[in-house]
């Protein structure tokens, strides 16, 4: 289609579809559902939140957001952890919080997952009685067009949790393809379940959709992190701030996403979505990487099914987008209970799973991985079998199509080069890539010895998965690898088989991949506080603490630059660039 030049909003109101809320400068926003009711009785319904008393008006980040609620369900940004399980109120009778349920069939925790180039797919969720009979509606403009005259069908799948009893609960996932974008253009779009044809419709989002490498103006803007709960010093409203301003185009999270989607039967993934919505992902398309906090096959994960489960049904959307126009046949594939692979057959060499993929966004070719070692008895293949396969193949896709698409970043949730490594080789890997260390690590990572009956360590785990994968990134001259897990942030030289690549201390011309941990988007309990210092460690370069992401520019085949962001403030506290003398392959 012909490409149409277009002004880039410098801000955009984000309209939560249960709710509104306004941007601030950083950390986690206000929620406001005014469609949810009081779970338990509660006769004179909810207090308006400015007569609350100020231990609960002070929980608000915005009081313009507070005020405007009147007595409406929400998630105040400050409030405690546990208590934004679910959104809320404080009872009028009895002058309590108490928890508010979601409204039959209207659309929620709706996102723009992205798929390709001219490709995203939008993904929602809406509670029903029964299954739905009719696929899900979605209507797609342009921005400056004066309504909506198309409906758009997807594809639903209904997806029972985990828990037993009482507690199991249901759940439409919904998935609508918008394809054959029009780069860098602004599109507005609403979405609804198909349960009936008088269903409602959602609230407008607008959305600026991607690009390929062919597109003008090449820049390539995309923010990065991992490890990022519905937590104060998140950084949802930076992302959101950001993705308005045209600082970024795109959002990438690395795994641990809400610290745990399954948790309190689930309703700690619908809080966490619904926030993350209403900041960003409405409105700025965003690729999701698995993390352990979402995986079953850890020691020590505390990870239920549910959780498990629920990310790969919910982060279905890019592979969705991936398939053919005329097939859906991988869907039940994917999210039938234990199949993690499927065999759709998309652009280069596709994946066809949430589980691990890749995607080209203007000139980077981005991948995403799942390093989870799992639960064998010896020192386990962490990269092997049909990953391994698969990444060979896309990277040498990748590496030949570099006239096009210049730079290659490989990401996954856990780093192969880190300074907390140092001094903690020998340390207990259950411990480690588990869930419990990070109960005690608001920054950097946690570890203790060997407990009696284990029989490999963190060192091990590194390097199996350092002998496995680090031979693809060398073969294929990565240019970054990038991760998270480890609540910090670490850069290292370009590395070389573990040591730096002929031990020249520069990003000009590197010899091989640059390793960056961008571990802490905000993790539960992280304070308002950043650092930032030089790294001890051979290979390092920069060590920070607190909550941050960073964010790649592209500005054409031979500047690739990087800026670390702390969530309090958005000041930038570290910046660098990869620069190349030519185009190409590094080496």
């Given amino acids: 289609p012909k490409r149409r030049k277009k002004k880039m909003a410098s801000s955009l109101v984000l309209l939560c579809l249960l709710g509104v809320a306004t941007l601030t400068l950083a950390n986690n926003m206000d929620t406001v559902m005014p469609k949810y009711t009081p779970m338990s009785k509660c006769p004179a319904g909810c207090m308006n939140w400015t007569d609350t008393g100020v231990n609960t008006t002070m929980q608000w980040n915005s009081q313009t957001v ?24 404080v009872c009028e009778a009895t002058k309590t919080p108490v928890t508010c349920a979601a409204p039959m069939s209207i659309p929620e925790q709706i996102n723009i997952q992205l798929a390709a180039p001219d490709t995203v797919v939008a993904s929602f969720v809406t509670f029903e009685v029964a299954k739905p009979t009719g696929p899900p509606v979605a209507q797609l403009r342009l921005e400056n067009a004066s309504g909506f005259s198309n409906n758009i069908t997807g594809v639903s799948h209904w997806y029972q949790t985990s828990h037993t009893g009482e507690l199991s609960r249901n759940y439409t996932m919904h998935f609508v393809r918008f394809t054959q974008l029009e780069a860098r253009t602004k599109y507005c779009y609403r ?41 104060e010093f998140n950084n949802q409203g930076n992302l959101g701030a950001d993705c308005a301003a045209g600082k970024i185009d795109a959002i990438l999270h690395m795994g641990d996403h809400c610290y745990n989607m399954g948790d309190n039967d689930d309703y700690r993934g619908d809080s966490y979505m619904n926030a993350f919505s209403n900041a960003a992902i409405a409105s700025c398309p965003w690729m999701p990487v698995i993390g352990n ?33 005329t097939s859906s046949s991988a869907l039940g594939h994917l999210l039938t209970r234990g199949s993690l692979l499927a065999a759709g057959v998309h652009g280069s060499k596709p994946s066809g799973t949430s589980q691990w993929y890749s995607v080209d966004l203007g000139l980077i070719h981005l991948v995403g991985l799942d390093l989870d070692p799992g639960t064998p008895p010896a020192v ?19 590496d030949a199509n570099r006239d096009n698409v210049p730079w290659i970043i490989v990401t996954s949730h856990f ?72 609540h910090s942030y670490d850069t290292t030289w370009p590395m070389c088989n573990g040591t730096i690549c002929n031990n020249i201390k520069s990003y000009y011309n590197p010899q091989g991949p640059i390793h960056i941990t961008e571990g802490n988007g905000g993790v539960p309990g992280v304070k308002g506080v950043n650092t930032i210092k030089n790294c001890t460690t051979a290979y390092g370069r920069k060590c920070g603490t607190g909550g941050a992401y960073g964010r790649f520019t592209a500005y054409n085949a031979t500047v690739l630059s990087y800026e670390h962001v702390e969530n309090p ?11 190349k003398s030519k185009p190409g392959r590094g080496w």
Wanted: a negative charge.
């Fill in 66 to 89: 507070m005020m405007s609620a009147g007595n409406a369900c929400a998630m105040p940004a400050k409030a405690d952890r546990g208590q934004n399980y679910q959104p809320w109120c």
């Fill in 191 to 231: 979405v609804k379940s198909g349960v009936s044809v008088d269903s409602a419709f959602s609230d407008e989002f607008c959305f600026r959709a991607p690009y390929g490498y062919d597109s003008e103006a090449g820049v390539t803007r995309i923010a990065i992190y991992g490890d990022m709960g519905n937590t």
């Fill in 293 to 325: 906090h979402e995986s079953t096959k850890c020691p020590g994960d505390e990870v239920d099914l549910s959780t498990h489960e629920r990310y790969l049904n919910q982060t279905w959307g890019a592979s969705y987008g991936q398939l053919p126009t």
């Fill in 380 to 398: 386990p293949p962490v990269f092997s079998g049909e990953q391994q396969a698969w990444l060979e193949q896309d990277l040498a896709a990748a």
């Fill in 415 to 486: 780093p192969l080069y880190n300074a907390h490594f140092e001094g903690n080789l020998d340390a207990s890997a259950s411990w480690y890539i588990g869930n419990e260390a990070e109960h005690f690590a608001t920054s950097g990572h946690d570890f203790v010895a060997l407990k009696e009956g284990e029989n490999w360590t963190v060192g091990d785990i590194l390097k199996s998965s350092i002998s496995n994968l680090e031979p693809l990134l060398q073969k294929y001259a990565v240019d970054v690898y990038d991760a998270g897990h480890v």
């Fill in 569 to 579: 403030t958005g000041n930038v506290s570290d910046a660098w660039s990869i620069v």
